[in-house]
T-cell receptor, first 113, second 112 residues
Framework: DVKVTQSSRYLVKRTGEKVFLECVQD?????MFWYRQDPGLGLRLIYF???????EKGDIPEGYSVSREKKERFSLILESASTNQTSMYLC????????????FGPGTRLTVL | GNSVTQMEGPVTLSEEAFLTINCTYT??????LFWYVQYPGEGLQLLLK?????DKGSNKGFEATYRKETTSFHLEKGSVQVSDSAVYFC???????????FGSGTRLSIRP
C-alpha cells in the first residue's frame, strides 16, 4: 500500500514563527501536493511539484513556500505564520500520467496563536 | 473555469436508508471524476472514480455514474451503515497537470 506520512498530527505555533510541515511518501511518486482544508471551502491547492526541485503554485500560494530536494519528501514552509493560516494541511502524492488518483496523508492540524 | 459543486451538508440519515449526494461539475474537455471519503481524524481516501462518459465507478456499495449530458457524478448507496459516517468530496482531474479540483465536501451522519 502507498503510504504518505506527515511529520505532525497537531501543531501549535505563534504568530510570526517560521513553520515547517514535512511530508514523505514511500512509493516513488513523481507528483506531490499540499492542500489546506477549511470548513465550507473543501480542499484548496497551495503548491504542487512534478519532480525534484520543481514546484508550481496552486490556487492559494500566498504566505507559503515549498521545498522538494528529494523525490520522496515535500515540505511546506510558512515563512511568518499568521492566524489566518490556522487550518488542516493535507499532503498527497500521485504517479505522473499513469495513476490518476492521489494518495493522502493523515493531515496536520495547525493552530497559529 | 473548472469547478465542482456538491450538495451542502450535513446530511443525516437512518441506518439502511438510501443515500444520494449530488455533484455537478464545470470543465473544459473530458475530465476524470472522483469521490473521496474522509473518516473522522483521517486523511482523504479514494472511494471510486470514472474516467469517461457513462462509466460507473463503484466501491463498498457506493456507486456513481459519469453523466456528460448533465455534467453530474452523483454518489449513491442503497443501504447506508453507521460506519459510512464521514465527509464525502466530489472531485475532478483536468488536463495533463494531474491537478484535482475538490468540491466543498458533504458531511454524512448515519443514525443507528
Amino acid at each position: 500500500d502507498v503510504k504518505v506520512t506527515q511529520s505532525s498530527r497537531y501543531l501549535v505555533k505563534r504568530t510570526g514563527e517560521k513553520v515547517f510541515l514535512e511530508c514523505v511518501q514511500d512509493m516513488d511518486h513523481e507528483n506531490m501536493f499540499w492542500y489546506r482544508q477549511d470548513p465550507g471551502l473543501g480542499l484548496r491547492l497551495i503548491y504542487f511539484s512534478y519532480d525534484v526541485k520543481m514546484k508550481e503554485k496552486g490556487d492559494i500560494p500566498e504566505g507559503y513556500s515549498v521545498s522538494r530536494e528529494k523525490k520522496e519528501r515535500f515540505s511546506l514552509i510558512l515563512e511568518s505564520a499568521s492566524t489566518n493560516q490556522t487550518s488542516m494541511y493535507l499532503c498527497a502524492s500521485s504517479l505522473a500520467q499513469i495513476e490518476l488518483s492521489q494518495y493522502f496523508g493523515p493531515g496536520t492540524r495547525l493552530t497559529v496563536l | 473555469g473548472n469547478s465542482v459543486t456538491q450538495m451542502e451538508g450535513p446530511v443525516t440519515l437512518s441506518e439502511e436508508a438510501f443515500l444520494t449526494i449530488n455533484c455537478t461539475y464545470t470543465a473544459t474537455g473530458y475530465p476524470s471524476l472522483f469521490w473521496y471519503v474522509q473518516y473522522p481524524g483521517e486523511g482523504l481516501q479514494l472511494l471510486l472514480k470514472a474516467t469517461k462518459a457513462d462509466d460507473k465507478g463503484s466501491n463498498k456499495g457506493f456507486e456513481a455514474t459519469y453523466r456528460k449530458e448533465t455534467t453530474s457524478f452523483h454518489l449513491e448507496k442503497g443501504s447506508v451503515q453507521v460506519s459510512d459516517s464521514a465527509v464525502y468530496f466530489c472531485a475532478l482531474l483536468y488536463s495533463s497537470a494531474s491537478k484535482i479540483i475538490f468540491g466543498s465536501g458533504t458531511r454524512l451522519s448515519i443514525r443507528p
